[in-house]
């Protein structure tokens, strides 16, 4: 088995608060052997590329600190002001600075310099998530001539949409670099290839193998899932049922609807937030049986757009509850803090209605750990955005457009009323799916495709290369 190198801008460096996707990646690195390697989230003075080695429950990490220019350009711009946006199809708020692009090409270089020397002729590279588009690129030019893999965890915008980005055609012919691309679902990969094919000239073949360019880059769709049993497990916790009669006497018999989001403009929110209010106005009858749970712990909060979002959902939750609260009864209770992953389980345990709803999301594992945590006799109804990556494989959620206050009021109304054998058969299909396609098949898919590729296909790259220049 091949030592596998991981590399993504943040590495996990363990603890209880790590989410499924570290816990498996630490898991494939336990395995396999190897190294992950990232930015460690500090800032320097001055880019050394000194490298920290450390060694944590059995997992070689290795990080680099980053010059704030880097940061400013790289991370805060090029990463979450441009292509974040962009890619969950925001236009309007994506910004393109050639400062920025030039910062990304730029931190990315410097990543490349840096992980370059850790990289031995067997390894397989395994490249995550759209802060490193060029990575793959910049390592063959550094003489890497073995396999290398990019996941991308957020969607894939359509043709048109990527189109108004001005490095586009750059990074996209870098892309052709890797030996396999792996998407969360068939939707994102098609709009992969439909770029390739009418901006590129490439050719798809029944493979899904594109060739473009004199390069070929197999492609695939393999959703991401979560440790499910694991999670399952966490909901009986001692803590997590200290939570779950917490958070059940809080709302004194009412049914509890839940949401749990990074604070992020993709996550719908405020759509969330006017369907909600909808079917408490449409339904007068029933509007004081229920209480929405909204957590949702701030990120990115240097961005002018999070903190526009974070402004305009505690306006509108102060307006919401302005309108319809009474006495001894508020409708949405907006909590704008993390929790840890224990009481999250006992938070979803607890709450009859999963209420999940991004305008666009690569996938979403909160609609998964939501069903892992149900009582297996008495679950919970999902309600699940069309536009999530996870719809694709979780048709039996009471899937929704999110953009259409009056379907998620709907749905609501649905899911209070759903009997038990209803929602029993629903659930029984979504654990199934959960935990057969969990992270560690997400995992192996991967890294067997990744592995079967090879090793020549990547050698006969030119070490000289040609300069993607995103
Ligand atoms: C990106 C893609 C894709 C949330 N609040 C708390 C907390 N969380 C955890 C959830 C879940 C994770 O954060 C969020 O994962 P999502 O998948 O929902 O969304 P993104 O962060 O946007 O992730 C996404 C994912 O990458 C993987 O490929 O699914 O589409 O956007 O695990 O539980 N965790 C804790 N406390 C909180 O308050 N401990």
Not at 203 to 219: F, H, I, P, Q, Y
Not at 431 to 452: G, I, P, S, Y
Request: with cysteine; proline share 4%.
């Amino acid at each position: 088995m091949s030592r596998l190198i991981v590399i993504s801008n943040r590495v996990s460096t363990g603890g209880g608060a790590q989410g499924g996707l570290a816990v498996a990646l630490s898991a494939a690195l336990r395995e396999h052997g190897g190294i992950w390697f990232g930015w460690s989230g500090n800032e320097t003075s001055e880019f050394t590329g000194q490298i920290s080695l450390e060694r944590i429950d059995g997992v070689t990490t290795a990080t680099v600190d980053l010059e704030e220019q880097d940061i400013e350009e790289y991370y805060n711009g090029y990463a979450n002001r441009t292509l974040w946006p962009l890619f969950h199809y925001r236009i309007d708020l994506a910004e393109y600075e050639r400062s920025f692009a030039g910062g990304y090409q730029r931190a990315n270089e410097r990543f490349a310099d840096t992980v370059r020397p850790l990289i031995e002729p067997d390894d397989l590279v395994w490249v995550q998530d759209y802060h490193m588009f060029p990575l793959g690129r910049e390592l063959r030019e550094r003489g890497i001539a073995n396999r290398i893999g990019f996941f991308l965890h957020i969607p894939w915008p359509p043709r048109r949409l990527l189109a108004t980005l001005p490095e586009a055609r750059a990074l996209v012919e870098g892309l052709l670099d890797y030996d396999l691309i792996g998407f969360h679902t068939e939707e994102w990969l098609q709009s992969f290839c439909d770029f390739a094919r009418d901006e590129l000239g490439g050719v798809v073949d029944e493979e899904n193998v594109l060739s473009a360019l004199g390069r070929r880059v197999r492609l695939i769709a393999c959703p991401v899932g979560i440790d499910a049993t694991e999670f399952a497990a966490l909901s009986q916790t001692d803590k997590a049922r200290q939570t779950f009669e917490r958070v059940q006497e809080s709302a004194v018999g009412r049914t509890l609807i839940v949401g749990v989001d990074r604070l992020d403009y993709s996550k719908g929110l405020e759509e969330r937030f006017l369907g909600y209010e909808r079917f408490l106005t449409e339904h007068p009858a029933e509007r004081k049986e229920v209480v929405l749970l909204q957590i949702a712990p701030p990120s990115r909060g240097t961005v002018d757009s999070y903190q526009r979002i974070r402004s305009t959902l505690e306006g509108l939750a102060g307006r919401i509850n302005g309108a319809h609260a009474a006495l001894d009864w508020v409708p949405i209770r907006y909590v704008n803090q993390g929790y840890p992953r224990e009481m999250l389980a006992g938070v979803y345990r607890a709450s009859k209605v999963g209420l999940v709803t991004p305008l666009r999301d690569g996938m979403n594992l909160v609609a998964k750990e939501y069903v892992a945590a149900q009582d297996p006799d008495d679950p919970g109804v999902l309600i699940l955005s069309r536009f999530a990556g996870a719809a694709e494989q979780m048709q039996e959620a009471i899937l929704i457009n999110p953009h259409s206050a009056e379907e998620i009021s709907d749905a609501l109304r649905q899911a209070i009323s759903m009997p038990r054998e209803e929602r029993i058969e629903r659930w029984r299909k979504l654990m199934n799916t959960v935990v057969e396609q969990d992270v560690m098949w997400w995992l192996k898919r991967f890294t067997d495709a990744l592995e079967a590729i090879p090793a020549s296909q990547s050698a006969l790259i030119d070490a000289e290369g040609q300069s993607g220049g995103v």
